[in-house]
Protein backbone atom coordinates (compact mmCIF):
# COMPACT_ATOMS: atom_id res chain seq x y z
CA UNK A 1 0.00 0.00 0.00
CA UNK A 2 0.92 3.51 -0.64
CA UNK A 3 1.41 5.98 2.45
CA UNK A 4 1.84 9.64 2.67
CA UNK A 5 1.38 11.80 -0.42
CA UNK A 6 0.51 15.71 -1.07
CA UNK A 7 -3.28 15.87 -0.26
CA UNK A 8 -5.40 17.17 -3.65
CA UNK A 9 -8.75 16.94 -1.80
CA UNK A 10 -11.86 14.68 -1.87
CA UNK A 11 -14.57 13.37 -4.42
CA UNK A 12 -17.24 11.27 -2.58
CA UNK A 13 -15.95 10.97 1.10
CA UNK A 14 -12.29 9.71 -0.54
CA UNK A 15 -9.47 11.03 0.11
CA UNK A 16 -7.51 12.22 -3.45
CA UNK A 17 -3.28 12.09 -3.17
CA UNK A 18 -0.33 12.43 -5.45
CA UNK A 19 2.22 10.10 -4.70
CA UNK A 20 5.75 11.61 -5.06
CA UNK A 21 6.43 9.66 -7.84
CA UNK A 22 3.94 10.90 -9.47
CA UNK A 23 5.58 14.31 -10.55
CA UNK A 24 9.14 11.73 -12.01
CA UNK A 25 5.84 9.93 -14.94
CA UNK A 26 4.33 13.51 -15.02
CA UNK A 27 7.65 15.18 -16.20
CA UNK A 28 8.14 12.05 -18.57
CA UNK A 29 4.96 12.18 -20.09
CA UNK A 30 5.12 15.75 -20.79
CA UNK A 31 8.94 15.78 -22.04
CA UNK A 32 7.60 12.58 -24.45
CA UNK A 33 4.92 14.91 -25.85
CA UNK A 34 6.52 18.38 -26.14
CA UNK A 35 9.68 17.10 -27.87
CA UNK A 36 8.67 14.01 -29.90
CA UNK A 37 4.72 13.37 -30.34
CA UNK A 38 3.27 17.01 -31.22
CA UNK A 39 6.68 18.16 -33.13
CA UNK A 40 6.32 15.15 -35.40
CA UNK A 41 2.66 15.39 -35.92
CA UNK A 42 2.10 18.88 -36.28
CA UNK A 43 5.72 20.12 -37.46
CA UNK A 44 4.56 24.14 -38.19
CA UNK A 45 3.89 24.27 -34.33
CA UNK A 46 6.43 26.61 -32.57
CA UNK A 47 8.15 25.30 -29.18
CA UNK A 48 6.01 27.18 -26.95
CA UNK A 49 2.64 25.67 -28.91
CA UNK A 50 3.76 21.50 -28.08
CA UNK A 51 5.04 22.25 -24.84
CA UNK A 52 1.82 23.67 -23.28
CA UNK A 53 -0.23 21.19 -25.12
CA UNK A 54 2.27 18.58 -23.27
CA UNK A 55 1.49 19.75 -20.02
CA UNK A 56 -2.24 20.34 -20.87
CA UNK A 57 -2.37 17.17 -22.13
CA UNK A 58 -0.26 15.18 -19.49
CA UNK A 59 -2.59 16.90 -16.84
CA UNK A 60 -6.34 15.54 -18.76
CA UNK A 61 -4.45 12.21 -19.09
CA UNK A 62 -3.92 12.00 -15.60
CA UNK A 63 -6.96 13.37 -14.87
CA UNK A 64 -8.62 10.10 -17.31
CA UNK A 65 -6.14 7.82 -14.59
CA UNK A 66 -8.23 9.16 -11.34
CA UNK A 67 -11.78 9.13 -12.86
CA UNK A 68 -10.70 5.56 -14.00
CA UNK A 69 -9.77 4.46 -9.76
CA UNK A 70 -12.73 7.44 -8.75
CA UNK A 71 -14.91 4.52 -10.26
CA UNK A 72 -13.85 1.43 -9.13
CA UNK A 73 -13.98 3.19 -5.49
CA UNK A 74 -17.52 4.56 -6.39
CA UNK A 75 -18.72 1.33 -7.00
CA UNK A 76 -17.13 -0.43 -4.52
CA UNK A 77 -18.72 2.16 -1.64
CA UNK A 78 -21.93 1.05 -3.40
CA UNK A 79 -21.26 -2.65 -2.23
CA UNK A 80 -20.36 -1.57 1.34
CA UNK A 81 -16.48 -1.45 0.58
CA UNK A 82 -15.11 1.89 2.20
CA UNK A 83 -12.41 3.26 -0.06
CA UNK A 84 -9.44 5.50 2.03
CA UNK A 85 -7.45 6.94 -0.69
CA UNK A 86 -7.11 7.25 -4.45
CA UNK A 87 -2.64 7.88 -5.06
CA UNK A 88 -1.38 8.67 -8.28
CA UNK A 89 1.77 7.14 -8.33
CA UNK A 90 4.59 6.61 -10.74
CA UNK A 91 2.58 3.23 -12.53
CA UNK A 92 -0.59 4.93 -12.38
CA UNK A 93 -3.04 5.09 -9.95
CA UNK A 94 -4.34 2.81 -6.82
CA UNK A 95 -7.62 2.76 -4.51
CA UNK A 96 -7.03 1.63 -1.21
CA UNK A 97 -9.91 0.00 -0.40
CA UNK A 98 -10.53 -1.34 3.62
CA UNK A 99 -11.35 -4.85 2.18
CA UNK A 100 -11.72 -7.48 -0.22
CA UNK A 101 -15.22 -7.76 -2.28
CA UNK A 102 -17.51 -9.47 0.00
CA UNK A 103 -19.21 -12.13 -3.60
CA UNK A 104 -17.74 -12.67 -6.72
CA UNK A 105 -20.27 -10.25 -8.44
CA UNK A 106 -19.05 -7.38 -6.48
CA UNK A 107 -15.59 -8.10 -7.36
CA UNK A 108 -17.04 -8.27 -11.26
CA UNK A 109 -18.18 -4.80 -10.91
CA UNK A 110 -15.62 -3.26 -9.44
CA UNK A 111 -13.25 -4.57 -11.67
CA UNK A 112 -15.12 -3.93 -15.02
CA UNK A 113 -15.88 -0.20 -13.80
CA UNK A 114 -12.42 1.17 -14.11
CA UNK A 115 -11.70 -0.23 -17.69
CA UNK A 116 -15.27 1.15 -18.89
CA UNK A 117 -15.04 4.09 -17.98
CA UNK A 118 -12.05 4.37 -19.61
CA UNK A 119 -13.39 3.19 -22.69
CA UNK A 120 -15.80 5.90 -22.48
CA UNK A 121 -13.63 9.10 -21.79
CA UNK A 122 -11.56 7.66 -24.73
CA UNK A 123 -14.89 8.06 -26.82
CA UNK A 124 -15.56 11.29 -25.23
CA UNK A 125 -12.23 12.61 -26.61
CA UNK A 126 -12.44 11.49 -30.27
CA UNK A 127 -16.12 12.85 -30.60
CA UNK A 128 -14.06 16.19 -29.77
CA UNK A 129 -11.50 15.17 -32.12
CA UNK A 130 -14.28 14.84 -35.10
CA UNK A 131 -16.29 18.02 -33.39
CA UNK A 132 -13.26 20.39 -33.38
CA UNK A 133 -12.40 19.57 -37.27
CA UNK A 134 -12.07 23.01 -39.25
CA UNK A 135 -11.95 25.10 -35.86
CA UNK A 136 -8.93 24.02 -33.85
CA UNK A 137 -5.65 22.31 -34.46
CA UNK A 138 -4.65 22.58 -31.16
CA UNK A 139 -8.05 20.97 -29.49
CA UNK A 140 -7.73 18.22 -32.21
CA UNK A 141 -4.43 17.35 -31.51
CA UNK A 142 -4.83 16.88 -27.46
CA UNK A 143 -8.21 15.22 -28.26
CA UNK A 144 -6.80 12.41 -30.49
CA UNK A 145 -3.91 11.55 -28.15
CA UNK A 146 -6.35 11.65 -25.25
CA UNK A 147 -8.79 9.67 -27.14
CA UNK A 148 -6.19 6.88 -27.84
CA UNK A 149 -4.37 6.68 -24.77
CA UNK A 150 -7.79 6.44 -22.96
CA UNK A 151 -8.38 3.29 -25.29
CA UNK A 152 -5.33 2.00 -25.00
CA UNK A 153 -5.41 1.88 -20.89
CA UNK A 154 -8.64 -0.14 -21.19
CA UNK A 155 -7.12 -2.65 -22.99
CA UNK A 156 -3.97 -2.72 -21.07
CA UNK A 157 -6.07 -3.21 -17.64
CA UNK A 158 -7.92 -5.97 -19.46
CA UNK A 159 -4.68 -8.43 -19.40
CA UNK A 160 -5.90 -11.45 -17.56
CA UNK A 161 -2.74 -10.71 -15.09
CA UNK A 162 -3.49 -10.27 -11.37
CA UNK A 163 -3.74 -7.77 -9.82
CA UNK A 164 -4.58 -5.36 -13.08
CA UNK A 165 -8.69 -5.36 -13.99
CA UNK A 166 -8.60 -8.42 -15.64
CA UNK A 167 -7.35 -10.43 -13.48
CA UNK A 168 -9.92 -9.31 -10.92
CA UNK A 169 -12.38 -10.27 -13.89
CA UNK A 170 -10.83 -13.52 -13.91
CA UNK A 171 -10.43 -14.43 -10.33
CA UNK A 172 -14.52 -13.52 -10.00
CA UNK A 173 -15.06 -15.78 -12.70
CA UNK A 174 -13.03 -18.74 -10.97
CA UNK A 175 -14.36 -17.21 -7.48
CA UNK A 176 -17.80 -18.21 -8.83
CA UNK A 177 -17.12 -21.38 -10.02
CA UNK A 178 -15.53 -22.73 -7.22
CA UNK A 179 -16.84 -20.62 -4.53
CA UNK A 180 -13.05 -20.06 -2.79
CA UNK A 181 -11.67 -16.68 -2.59
CA UNK A 182 -8.48 -17.65 -1.41
CA UNK A 183 -7.92 -20.83 -4.21
CA UNK A 184 -9.44 -18.01 -6.94
CA UNK A 185 -6.77 -15.29 -6.03
CA UNK A 186 -3.80 -18.10 -6.19
CA UNK A 187 -4.47 -19.25 -9.87
CA UNK A 188 -5.35 -15.52 -10.68
CA UNK A 189 -1.77 -14.32 -9.07
CA UNK A 190 0.17 -17.24 -10.76
CA UNK A 191 -1.28 -15.87 -13.66
CA UNK A 192 -0.32 -12.12 -12.76
CA UNK A 193 3.24 -13.04 -11.72
CA UNK A 194 3.65 -14.57 -15.38
CA UNK A 195 2.72 -11.69 -17.60
CA UNK A 196 4.83 -9.34 -15.11
CA UNK A 197 7.74 -11.41 -15.83
CA UNK A 198 6.65 -11.51 -19.88
CA UNK A 199 6.83 -7.74 -19.46
CA UNK A 200 10.10 -7.81 -17.57
CA UNK A 201 11.22 -10.31 -20.46
CA UNK A 202 9.78 -7.78 -23.18
CA UNK A 203 11.77 -5.04 -21.97
CA UNK A 204 15.03 -6.56 -21.50
CA UNK A 205 14.59 -7.67 -25.28
CA UNK A 206 14.25 -4.08 -26.45
CA UNK A 207 16.84 -2.89 -24.49
CA UNK A 208 18.86 -4.95 -26.24
CA UNK A 209 17.02 -3.71 -29.45
CA UNK A 210 18.90 -0.04 -28.73
CA UNK A 211 15.13 0.91 -27.28
CA UNK A 212 16.42 0.90 -23.80
CA UNK A 213 14.02 3.75 -22.57
CA UNK A 214 10.97 1.78 -23.54
CA UNK A 215 12.44 -1.29 -22.59
CA UNK A 216 13.33 -0.23 -19.00
CA UNK A 217 9.71 1.32 -18.33
CA UNK A 218 8.06 -2.25 -19.64
CA UNK A 219 10.65 -3.88 -17.19
CA UNK A 220 9.57 -1.70 -14.67
CA UNK A 221 5.70 -2.01 -15.55
CA UNK A 222 6.53 -5.70 -15.26
CA UNK A 223 8.14 -6.25 -11.73
CA UNK A 224 5.46 -3.51 -10.01
CA UNK A 225 2.64 -6.06 -11.67
CA UNK A 226 4.71 -9.33 -10.34
CA UNK A 227 5.41 -7.73 -6.72
CA UNK A 228 2.01 -6.22 -6.81
CA UNK A 229 0.62 -9.74 -7.90
CA UNK A 230 2.44 -11.41 -4.63
CA UNK A 231 1.62 -8.97 -2.47
CA UNK A 232 -1.98 -9.17 -2.81
CA UNK A 233 -2.51 -12.99 -2.50
CA UNK A 234 -0.03 -12.67 0.48
CA UNK A 235 -2.97 -10.37 2.08
CA UNK A 236 -5.67 -12.67 1.15
CA UNK A 237 -3.71 -15.86 2.17
CA UNK A 238 -3.26 -13.90 5.66
CA UNK A 239 -6.83 -12.69 5.80
CA UNK A 240 -8.20 -16.95 5.57
CA UNK A 241 -5.52 -17.58 8.36
CA UNK A 242 -7.39 -15.09 10.96
CA UNK A 243 -11.32 -15.67 9.92
CA UNK A 244 -12.86 -18.15 12.21
CA UNK A 245 -10.56 -17.01 14.69
CA UNK A 246 -11.29 -14.81 17.75
CA UNK A 247 -9.50 -11.95 19.43
CA UNK A 248 -9.68 -13.74 23.02
CA UNK A 249 -7.34 -16.56 21.14
CA UNK A 250 -4.37 -14.25 21.19
CA UNK A 251 -4.95 -11.17 23.01
CA UNK A 252 -2.23 -9.97 25.75
CA UNK A 253 -4.06 -10.67 29.23
CA UNK A 254 -1.96 -9.64 32.14
CA UNK A 255 -1.97 -5.74 30.82
CA UNK A 256 -0.81 -4.13 33.86
CA UNK A 257 -2.95 -0.79 34.77
CA UNK A 258 -0.91 2.67 34.89
CA UNK A 259 -1.68 5.43 37.56
CA UNK A 260 -1.56 8.46 35.20
CA UNK A 261 0.78 10.74 37.49
CA UNK A 262 3.68 8.38 36.97
CA UNK A 263 6.60 9.16 35.35
CA UNK A 264 7.52 8.23 32.06
CA UNK A 265 10.97 7.70 33.41
CA UNK A 266 9.52 4.97 35.99
CA UNK A 267 7.18 3.41 33.11
CA UNK A 268 10.01 2.22 31.57
CA UNK A 269 13.14 1.65 34.16
CA UNK A 270 10.21 -0.49 36.08
CA UNK A 271 8.00 -1.49 33.43
CA UNK A 272 9.43 -1.58 29.73
CA UNK A 273 12.65 -2.88 30.21
CA UNK A 274 11.95 -5.31 33.14
CA UNK A 275 9.00 -7.15 31.40
CA UNK A 276 9.37 -6.40 27.65
CA UNK A 277 5.48 -4.72 27.03
CA UNK A 278 4.64 -2.06 24.65
CA UNK A 279 1.54 -0.56 25.77
CA UNK A 280 -0.21 0.50 29.18
CA UNK A 281 -3.45 1.48 29.50
CA UNK A 282 -3.81 4.62 32.15
CA UNK A 283 -6.55 3.64 34.04
CA UNK A 284 -8.17 6.09 37.12
CA UNK A 285 -10.93 4.56 39.95
CA UNK A 286 -11.85 1.84 37.14
CA UNK A 287 -12.44 4.38 34.33
CA UNK A 288 -9.61 4.27 31.40
CA UNK A 289 -7.94 7.51 30.12
CA UNK A 290 -6.17 6.56 27.38
CA UNK A 291 -3.09 4.13 26.61
CA UNK A 292 0.55 4.69 26.30
CA UNK A 293 2.76 2.84 23.92
CA UNK A 294 6.45 3.09 22.80
CA UNK A 295 5.21 5.58 20.27
CA UNK A 296 4.13 7.69 22.61
CA UNK A 297 6.81 7.79 24.55
CA UNK A 298 9.45 7.85 21.68
CA UNK A 299 7.80 11.58 21.18
CA UNK A 300 9.12 12.56 24.36
CA UNK A 301 12.88 14.31 24.71
CA UNK A 302 14.71 11.57 26.91
CA UNK A 303 15.58 14.70 29.15
CA UNK A 304 11.95 14.93 29.83
CA UNK A 305 11.10 11.16 30.99
CA UNK A 306 11.14 12.55 34.75
CA UNK A 307 9.19 15.30 34.68
CA UNK A 308 6.60 13.99 32.12
CA UNK A 309 3.45 12.22 33.42
CA UNK A 310 1.43 9.33 31.49
CA UNK A 311 -1.42 11.91 31.73
CA UNK A 312 0.43 13.86 29.22
CA UNK A 313 1.84 12.11 26.95
CA UNK A 314 -1.06 8.88 26.32
CA UNK A 315 -3.38 9.03 23.62
CA UNK A 316 -6.40 9.58 25.24
CA UNK A 317 -9.69 7.49 25.31
CA UNK A 318 -11.77 9.65 22.51
CA UNK A 319 -9.02 8.59 20.19
CA UNK A 320 -8.56 5.02 21.07
CA UNK A 321 -9.87 2.03 18.70
CA UNK A 322 -10.86 -0.95 20.82
CA UNK A 323 -12.45 -4.51 19.63
CA UNK A 324 -14.36 -6.60 21.49
CA UNK A 325 -12.80 -10.51 22.40
CA UNK A 326 -15.01 -12.17 20.43
CA UNK A 327 -14.81 -10.45 17.05
CA UNK A 328 -13.29 -12.09 13.92
CA UNK A 329 -8.99 -12.11 14.21
CA UNK A 330 -9.65 -10.87 10.46
CA UNK A 331 -11.68 -7.66 11.44
CA UNK A 332 -8.98 -6.55 14.59
CA UNK A 333 -6.22 -7.08 11.36
CA UNK A 334 -8.54 -4.78 9.80
CA UNK A 335 -8.91 -2.59 12.31
CA UNK A 336 -5.00 -1.82 12.94
CA UNK A 337 -4.00 -1.33 9.35
CA UNK A 338 -7.10 1.28 8.68
CA UNK A 339 -5.95 3.33 11.67
CA UNK A 340 -1.76 2.50 11.27
CA UNK A 341 -1.50 1.52 14.91
CA UNK A 342 0.03 -0.97 16.48
CA UNK A 343 -1.94 -2.15 18.99
CA UNK A 344 -5.76 -1.74 20.05
CA UNK A 345 -7.48 -2.32 23.40
CA UNK A 346 -9.84 -5.40 23.79
CA UNK A 347 -12.75 -3.40 25.73
CA UNK A 348 -16.05 -5.89 27.05
CA UNK A 349 -18.90 -4.05 28.63
CA UNK A 350 -16.56 -1.01 29.58
CA UNK A 351 -14.17 -3.21 31.43
CA UNK A 352 -10.69 -3.52 30.03
CA UNK A 353 -9.35 -7.11 29.15
CA UNK A 354 -6.15 -6.91 27.47
CA UNK A 355 -4.45 -5.59 24.28
CA UNK A 356 -4.17 -6.41 21.01
CA UNK A 357 -1.12 -6.05 18.80
CA UNK A 358 0.66 -6.54 15.54
CA UNK A 359 3.22 -8.71 17.51
CA UNK A 360 0.55 -11.09 18.40
CA UNK A 361 -0.85 -11.52 14.92
CA UNK A 362 2.38 -12.28 13.36
CA UNK A 363 3.05 -14.56 16.26
CA UNK A 364 -0.14 -16.26 15.60
CA UNK A 365 0.29 -16.19 11.79
CA UNK A 366 3.96 -17.38 11.93
CA UNK A 367 3.31 -20.54 14.37
CA UNK A 368 0.07 -21.16 12.01
CA UNK A 369 2.49 -21.55 8.86
CA UNK A 370 5.55 -23.58 10.84
CA UNK A 371 2.86 -26.08 11.59
CA UNK A 372 1.13 -25.66 8.40
CA UNK A 373 -2.41 -25.36 9.72
Same mark, same amino acid.
Given at each position: ????????????????????????????????? !??????????????????????????????????????????????? &? #????????? =?????????????????????????????????????????????????????????? &???????????????????????? &????????????? #?????????????????????????????????????????????????????????????????? !???????????????????????????????????? &????? !??????????????????????????????????????????????????????????????????????? =??????????
Amino acid at each position: MLRGGIPIGRLFGISLRLNYTWFIVFGLVTWSL !TANYFPMSYPGWSLSMSLVAGIVTSLLFFGSVLAHELMHSVVAQSVG &I #KVHSITLFI =FGGVAQMSEEPHRPRDELRIALAGPLTSVAIGIIFWVVYLLAEGHSEFIRAISYWLGL &INISLAVFNLIPGFPLDGGRVLRS &ILWWRSNNLRRAT #KTATNIGRVVGYLFIFGGIFFIFQGLWLNGLWLALIGWFLENAAVGSYRQVSLQGMLQGHTVSEVM !TRDCPLMDPELTVEKLVNEQILVSGRRCFPVVVDGR &ILGLV !TLHNIRSVPRPLWPARTLRQVMTPLDKLKSVSPNEDLSKAMKTLTEADINQVLVVENGTILGVIGRDNLLA =FINIRGELGV
